[in-house]
């Protein structure tokens, strides 16, 4: 139990265009999902929570113009990433809070690898 | 959240135990200790947590000093699988916000 996924697994996409990356929870209900940056060599950063049904909340620094986050329904999350610069080029992931399970467990995805040519 | 101190990197023969351990002395009362960790290229794994007791599960244990000040995650039988990025991260729980990741362990697993 406890699986997350995350589609696409990596993406290229040219400069200037915009990404989606989907984040589902597949056998528990998530009302809070996570989305975090890593960039090679580096921790894993926050970058923002997202909760079913309302805005997401965004770290300080994160632009929320920029990565535009949805949580439509209690398994998915999604992640656009507007007008992409070779900056952008990372790896994004996703992790939910199954509440249920007691603690607050976090459980993630696999990743998205994402290129900006 | 308590400040969590780990050694950057260990090695760790093929078979035997992988003893991983943080240093948190900061800690509060209500503070858990969780174990996680990230295989290259993929997203990070859930492995264990606890508050004051000692707990084991089927992928660890974690042993919690009486103090509570430093705990030391157990990997059994290590295998080459368990080569990984280990974080130990250390909160009050349950609470609704994101994980914030340290620099963690860099755990090789020697054949």
């Known amino acids: 139990g406890a699986v997350v996924s995350q589609h696409p697994s990596r993406v290229i996409c040219k400069s200037g265009t915009s990404v989606k990356i989907e984040c589902r929870s597949l056998d528990f209900q998530a009302t809070t999902m996570f989305w975090y940056r890593q960039f090679p060599k580096k921790s894993l950063m926050l970058m923002a929570t997202s909760n079913e049904g309302s805005k997401a909340t965004y770290e300080q620094g994160v632009e929320k113009d920029k990565f535009l986050i949805n949580h439509a329904s209690l398994t998915l999350s999604t992640l656009t990433v507007t007008s992409a610069h070779p900056e952008d080029s990372s790896f994004y992931i996703c992790s939910a809070r199954d509440a249920a399970r007691g603690a607050d467990t976090q459980y993630f995805g696999p990743g998205t690898r994402l290129t900006v040519l | 959240d308590a400040k969590t101190t780990q050694p950057p990197s260990m090695d760790c023969a093929e078979g035997r135990a992988a003893n991983l351990p943080c240093n948190h002395s900061?800690?509060?009362?209500?503070?858990?200790v969780y174990w996680y960790r990230q295989i290259h290229s993929q997203g990070p794994q859930y492995i264990i947590h606890?508050?004051?007791n000692n707990e084991t599960n089927e992928m660890a244990s974690l042993i919690i000093t009486e103090d509570r000040k430093s705990s030391t995650l157990i990997l059994p039988h290590a295998t080459l699988r368990d080569t990984a990025v280990y974080y130990c991260i250390v909160r009050v729980s349950p609470r609704a916000d994101g994980l914030t990741f340290g620099k963690g362990t860099h755990l090789i697993i020697q054949p």
């Open positions: 606890g508050l004051k």
């Open positions: 900061t800690i509060s009362g209500n503070e858990y």
